[in-house]
């Protein structure tokens, strides 16, 4: 197996269990390639990524922010991640369907300021960013959010059936973003021991979504 010894760190924040489910979906899907991934809840007082080959974070968007518990491992911990490879991807209602309305959308513009700005503010570096459409959870909301999603899906032209709830994430595309994800963390950490110096060129900075949305 290609990616066979590779340790990573998986950390995510979620609220209804979505990014919870990629989380774990990506962790299974790591196994078949021979890679050992240490999943944790950001609640869950996760270790540091000193000793990880590479760290990949996930958070779900929620009310235009990420979740406070990532927000704040990152903070705390970007000295260590600027210098191990890590990949991003955010888990929102905004990467439906992303993929085909083009790449000057404004649900892509909004995400892409809204990740710049966390990186900018927290000093992050990751590999690669990828947006992963995530669920609408009718059966999990108060009456009011329930009201504002059937407004925005009656616009959006998703599901409108708030007796249930709606998938959106597309796994196929989990898959594929996660390979390249291994494979930029093997290429990068090969590149770490015959450089013996690590810093993260501005240019191999990625706003992928390609995969996913
Ligand atoms: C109260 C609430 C606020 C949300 N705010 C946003 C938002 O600002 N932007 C967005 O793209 N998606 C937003 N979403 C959609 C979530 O990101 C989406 O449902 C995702 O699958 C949630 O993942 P989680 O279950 O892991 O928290 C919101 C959802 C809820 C219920």
Known sequence: MYFAGMKL???YGSTDGQTDKIARHIKSEAEKSGVEVSIYNAADNPPAPKGFDGV???SSIRDRAFQARVVAYVRTYVSELNTIPSIFFTVSSAA??????GPKSWRRKGLTVLVDTFLKESGWKPLLVEHIAGAIKFTKYSWQTKAGFWLMALFSG???????DHEYTDWEAVDAFVKVAYQ???TRNEQISSA????????LR???CYFSC
Do not use: A, C, N, Y
């Open 9 to 11: 760190l998986l950390l």
């Open 56 to 58: 990949i974070i996930g």
């Open 96 to 101: 439906i369907g992303l993929r085909e309305q």
């Open 158 to 164: 998703w599901d409108r059936d708030t007796s249930i």
């Open 184 to 186: 930029q963390i093997k």
């Open 196 to 203: 013996r110096t690590f810093r993260v060129p501005s240019d």
């Open 206 to 208: 990625m706003h992928s």
